[in-house]
């Protein structure tokens, strides 16, 4: 799977793989950026169907976190941290769990075991695949943001700019996603983020991630919904640089 991609950093710092959620592009994770760049080397991607990576027809989460250890084999990268955010999220526990020995340090935003119920996605890819993402964006507004949040217009371009048939596909992927009883498996000491006023992803599905993974910690942001990391960067990149500082698993 061809996953467009880019760095930011310096070249021989440790490398942090960022993840972006269902509808946003490597753009996301702009707000961490000026704090991770001083100490990491970040490496963003972007999803099928999302700004510079092919659409792809079919796929699943596992053939996402397959799509990451390509990029990482190609790069010669032996052993990263992940950070990502929902279906981000989603890949990075995928990849810890298929190729523990390649992430030293997890972090999950807003993101889930499982996602919803299947039904609930295939409807959603089949609005997207008949009328595109438009249809979304007033709603996905609400999820992804509290109402305090002042700058939604460029994430909801974001949404907008997708290809429908890779947006769907997501879903469609989405649909499928449930590693609840596979937790125990993650060995990476992971930070599980949750935004206190996200309907998407509630506390209470990172409460079952942060009671799953062995070595867990879970902080709960105020003033936060779905994209936490755009919405409250002040607590989660503190969070995050404290994460990575001090749990780098090295063995």
Same mark, same amino acid.
């Given at each position: 799977?061809?996953?467009h991609?880019?760095f930011?950093?310096?070249?021989?710092?440790?490398v942090?793989?960022?993840?972006?959620?269902?509808?946003?592009?490597l753009?996301?994770?702009?707000?961490?950026?000026?704090?991770?760049?001083?100490?990491?080397?970040?490496?963003?991607?972007?999803?099928?169907g999302?700004?510079?990576?092919? $659409?792809?027809?079919e +796929?699943? #989460?596992? !053939?996402?976190?397959d &799509? @990451?250890?390509e990029?990482?084999?190609?790069?010669?990268l032996?052993?990263?941290?992940?950070?990502?955010?929902?279906?981000?999220?989603?890949?990075?526990?995928?990849?810890?769990l298929?190729a523990?020995?390649?992430v030293?340090?997890?972090v999950?935003?807003?993101?889930?075991?499982?996602?919803?119920?299947?039904?609930?996605?295939?409807?959603?890819?089949?609005?997207?695949?008949?009328?595109?993402?438009?249809?979304?964006?007033d709603?996905?507004?609400?999820r992804?943001?509290?109402p305090a949040?002042?700058?939604?217009?460029?994430?909801?371009?974001m949404?907008?700019?997708?290809?429908?048939?890779?947006?769907?596909?997501?879903?469609? $992927?989405?649909?499928? +996603?449930? #590693?609840? !009883?596979?937790?125990? &498996? @993650?060995?990476?000491?992971?930070?599980?983020?949750a935004?206190?006023?996200?309907?998407?992803?509630?506390?209470?599905?990172?409460?079952?991630?942060?009671?799953?993974?062995?070595?867990?910690?879970?902080?709960?942001?105020?003033?936060?919904?779905h994209?936490?990391?755009a919405?409250?960067?002040?607590?989660v990149?503190?969070a995050?640089?404290?994460?990575?500082?001090?749990?780098?698993?090295?063995?």
């Open positions: 799977m061809i996953l991609h880019r930011d950093g310096p070249p021989d710092a440790p942090v793989v960022l993840g972006p959620s269902l509808g946003t592009t753009g996301l994770w702009e707000p961490q950026l000026p704090v991770l760049t001083r100490t990491w080397r970040v490496l963003r991607y972007d999803l099928p999302h700004d510079g990576s092919p $659409a792809a027809s +796929f699943t #989460v596992g !053939d996402l976190a &799509g @990451v250890l990029l990482l084999d190609r790069h010669g032996d052993t990263v941290a992940y950070g990502g955010v929902s279906l981000g999220g989603a890949v990075g526990t995928t990849l810890a298929r523990p020995d390649r030293a340090s997890l999950l935003c807003c993101t889930s075991a499982r996602f919803g119920t299947p039904e609930s996605w295939r409807e959603r890819a089949a609005l997207v695949r008949e009328e595109g993402t438009g249809p979304l964006v709603a996905t507004r609400s992804w943001f509290t949040f002042t700058d939604a217009g460029r994430y909801l371009d949404l907008r700019g997708v290809a429908p048939g890779g947006y769907a596909a997501c879903c469609d $992927a989405l649909a499928v +996603f449930d #590693v609840r !009883d596979r937790l125990a &498996g @993650v060995r990476a000491p992971a930070l599980v983020i935004g206190a006023e996200d309907p998407a992803t509630p506390p209470a599905d990172a409460e079952i991630l942060a009671g799953g993974i062995p070595d867990a910690e879970l902080l709960v942001v105020p003033g936060a919904a994209l936490a990391t919405e409250r960067p002040d607590v990149n503190d995050i640089t404290r994460h990575l500082t001090t749990r780098w698993r090295t063995a």
